[in-house]
């Protein structure tokens, strides 16, 4: 899964925690990150929904840790 195919399915919202939620694109339901460890529960037909449970947090996770997708640079680039 990298972050563009994930990016089909899911965002990232501001929730009122604080702490921010995954939201599945298609049935709009939301899961905080205190529930990544469950399987994400999507609305009865949503079509983002497959045959498999799903794990949007650690499929982010996932995708963020490719090694090398992202070149990692200093926040001082650019004013240098
Ligand atoms: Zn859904």
């Not at 972050?3 to 995954?22: F, I, T, Y």
């Not at 983002?48 to 794990?55: L, P």
Request: with cysteine.
């Amino acid at each position: 899964m990298d972050l563009e195919k994930w990016h089909k399915s899911w965002r990232l919202v501001a929730c009122d925690d604080g702490l921010g939620a995954v939201e599945c694109l298609g049935c709009n339901r939301m899961s905080p990150p205190g529930s990544s460890n469950r399987p994400f529960e999507h609305d009865q037909g949503c079509l983002v929904a497959t045959a498999n449970d799903q794990y949007p947090w650690a499929d982010l996770r996932d995708a963020l840790a490719i090694p090398g997708f992202v070149k990692p640079r200093s926040a001082l680039d650019g004013v240098r």
